[in-house]
């Protein structure tokens, strides 16, 4: 079992950055991709990144050139670098794990474990 517990999240203006982290316990998270999600009021959870064992990162379209994301295995921990926020970022953040696979990364579906969420709210 992995634990992963959110933090960093806030209210921040239009083109402010926001750093969040992720810390996992109960197992290294080394061996397996992390990925980040979000869903907001009414959507359903979207995918928005993610870093494989060899780090390897993708990024959802509406993103890319703003966030990144990255890891360090010493420290069990996972991050996103939010830059130049968007009122439409505005959602619930989770970090994700999971085993590799070749299951689709988009369906949040396909991800093992989940943090509890940190909300991130970007005002025009």
Known sequence: ?????????????????????CAA????ISS?????????PGKEREFVARITIGR???????VKGRFTISRDNA????????????????????CAARPPTAASQYNY?????WGQGTQVTVSS
């Open 75 to 94: 420290k069990n921990t996972l991050s996103l670098q939010m830059n130049s926020l968007k009122p439409e970022d505005t959602a619930v953040y989770y």
């Open 1 to 21: 079992q992995v634990q992963l517990i959110e933090s960093g999240g806030g209210l921040v203006q239009a083109g402010d950055s926001l750093r969040l982290s």
């Open 109 to 113: 579906r396909n991800w093992n474990y």
């Open 56 to 62: 390897n990162t993708f990024y959802t379209d509406s």
């Open 32 to 40: 397996m991709t992390m990925g980040w999600f979000r869903q907001a």
């Open 25 to 28: 316990s109960g197992r290294a």
